[in-house]
């Protein structure tokens, strides 16, 4: 039978549980009315969540949705996107 070992030092440079990275939805602001929506695409399903450090990462262009909010078809792309976190 293998025998572990214990070091109080090793316990406090090393995490035994990791907190898990929170995840929001992309969002966008509708030209008409100004709110933020929840965006959607070819790429992007609605209800997507995501962190924020993974959207700035993405590759995200010229996604289109129809807005919720005014009715009309939006073009988005990562860089006008932002991550909302509901609590």
Same mark, same amino acid.
Do not use: M
């Given at each position: 039978m293998k025998r572990l070992s214990w070091s109080p030092s090793a316990r406090t440079t090393t995490p035994m549980i990791q907190e898990p990275t929170p995840l929001g939805h992309v969002m966008i602001r509708c030209? $008409?009315?100004?709110?933020?929506?929840?965006?959607?695409? $070819?790429?992007?399903?609605?209800g997507t969540r995501i962190d924020a450090a993974s959207? $700035?990462?993405?590759?995200?262009?010229?996604?289109?949705?129809?807005?919720?909010?005014?009715?009309?078809?939006?073009?988005w792309s990562a860089k006008?996107?932002?991550?909302?976190?509901?609590?």
């Open positions: 030209v $008409e009315s100004g709110e933020g929506v929840p965006a959607s695409g $070819e790429g992007v399903p609605r959207l $700035e990462r993405s590759n995200l262009i010229e996604q289109t949705f129809k807005c919720p909010h005014c009715g009309y078809e939006h073009t006008d996107a932002w991550v909302e976190y509901v609590y």
